[in-house]
């Protein structure tokens, strides 16, 4: 993908961000300044994961960088310039220079969030390309996906080795293109139907080796096939069916490539009663021949 540069504020990175103390618990990190941050795509400055304290809140009329914020757990509530969300587990938010942000957690329920902070020249094109231009909030469809690579971008950020901020940079793109994949409107994981999605597509990855059908699938699932399929539709960029699939040549290409094993006794295992159609459902995912 080339990212094309666009002009950002001019921003002293030899100043560290001012953590915030109303916490009961952190992992933090903060990068050293690097030079000419302007040239460079993606910079991180700094980054971690708070336990908020029940009388956690956060006000700022602008942020001298770009940041991301992630609810991990708990609940709280949010306002973007003149935008009010109510912030639960899966929920995205960005901020930045020139917007005001009110973060403040729900002292019943305390909220669990990570965060990055960061600069760089294509900082504003990739929030906007996961639908989280500054001052913007998004749900993800899969926040098991998502939290992975927050913590290893802790991992790295708290090693800060020579190549901390290198890596730290490389894994901040792919979280915005996980939460660019996976981004749901605000509102959707609290509904009943992205609950169901959920139990549908836990049930899916961990029984792909033994379904034989979509029927099975939604039979286990205890809902009809079409409405199984308007689920991930709606909450999902690819079909069950899709899924399904993807699961099983996967399992397959390392079956075969562990050796001793014939085409067809693994076309047999995953169900397919046709070793021709084996092989054209694994060239369709993995664009190779399994022979």
Known sequence: MTILAESMPKIDLTHPVPFSVQIAQARRFHLPAQRQPDQQHLCVVCGGIEHCAADYQIRRSSFAYYGLEFVAAG???LVLGRRRCRLV?????????GVPHHIRTDPDEPMVKYFVDF???AARRMLRLAGLSPGGAIQTAAPADVLPIFD?????GTQNSARSAAICAALLQALLLKLAETRLPLGSVETAAFETYQRCRQELESHALQLRSLQQLAQRCGVDQAYLCRLFRRFDHHSPYQRL???KMSHAAARLQAGGTLVKQVAAELG????????????????????
Not at 91 to 97: E, N, W
Not at 152 to 156: A, D, P, Q, V, Y
Not at 272 to 291: A, E, I, Q
């Open 152 to 156: 290893e971008l802790i991992r790295n």
């Open 75 to 77: 609940r709280g509530s």
């Open 272 to 291: 397919f009663t046709d070793p021709c159609h084996f092989s054209r459902t694994f060239k369709s995912v993995f664009g190779l021949s399994p022979t």
């Open 119 to 121: 600069t760089g020249n």
């Open 89 to 97: 587990p899966g929920t995205a938010f960005s901020y930045g220079p």
């Open 245 to 247: 699939m993807r699961l």
